[in-house]
């Protein structure tokens, strides 16, 4: 927004006019948090995040929304001087493959042992997949694990992928472009709207949170 825009809307605004930077800094704060919200909702889908149902007296549960959110961070608000926000998309930590609804699994056939090892599914509505020679460990809190390679050598436990593997997937950059694109300009005519029903004495605007502090 220029200058000149700035001074019209200001002087339309009253009282309040002086505090215009402000109340765009409230838009744009409540901008990030649109992107944050819908970025998470298209993620979701495409990861699966839970126990399988045996290993649950073994694991704690994962919040799948909390872990979500940890993954996208605003890392400034904007403010009357830097009406300017940053969204940041964490790669993270490789999640515990026991996170991927991980089960112990046995093939047979005819009633003799083919081979055994542990299924899981990373991607919601997907497959399983098998890693041979695994195993879920309750008294490891339900972690998936592998040899390295003799019967009784090192254990390795197993993950699955990061979250940035998840974004890249999903498309979650171009998903908050789009996002940020589309709220501003509803956020700023909200916040006029508010401000009009403020100046005309139907709502009050409290410093702390709707000038702008948010």
């Keep these: 927004m220029d200058q000149k825009s700035l001074n019209a809307m200001?002087?339309?605004?009253?009282?309040?006019?002086?505090?215009?930077?402000r109340h765009l800094a409230t838009a744009v704060n409540r901008v990030g948090k649109s992107v944050r919200v819908e970025a998470a909702q298209r993620l979701g889908p495409l990861i699966n995040l839970k126990l399988h149902s045996s290993n649950k007296g073994f694991s704690k549960p994962i919040s799948k929304a909390k872990t979500l959110k940890k993954t996208m961070k605003q890392k400034n608000k904007a403010t009357p001087e830097n009406a300017r926000i940053t969204i940041g998309l964490w790669e993270g930590y490789p999640f515990p493959l026991k996170y991927h609804e991980a089960k112990n699994f046995v093939r047979k056939r005819r009633g003799k042992k083919l081979y055994e090892g542990v299924q899981y599914?990373?991607?919601?509505?997907?497959?399983?997949?098998?890693?041979?020679?695994?195993?879920?460990?309750?008294?490891?809190?339900?972690?998936?694990?592998k040899r390295a390679n003799e019967a009784?050598?090192?254990?390795?436990?197993?993950?699955?992928?990061?979250?940035g593997?998840?974004?890249r997937e999903g498309n979650i950059g171009e998903v908050a472009a789009a996002k940020a694109k589309e709220r501003l300009p509803i956020e700023i005519n909200r916040r006029l709207r508010e401000?009009?029903?403020?100046?005309?004495?139907?709502?009050?605007?409290?410093?702390s949170k709707d000038m702008g502090a948010n």
Excluded: C
Excluded at 152 to 163: A, C, E, I, V
């Design 10 to 21: 200001r002087e339309r605004l009253g009282a309040f006019g002086g505090h215009l930077k």
């Design 121 to 145: 599914k990373e991607q919601m509505g997907g497959i399983f997949k098998t890693i041979h020679d695994a195993f879920l460990v309750p008294r490891f809190a339900g972690h998936v694990f």
């Design 165 to 167: 593997d998840f974004f």
């Design 152 to 163: 009784r050598g090192p254990l390795t436990r197993m993950n699955g992928h990061k979250p």
């Design 195 to 207: 401000i009009t029903l403020a100046v005309s004495g139907k709502i009050k605007l409290r410093a």
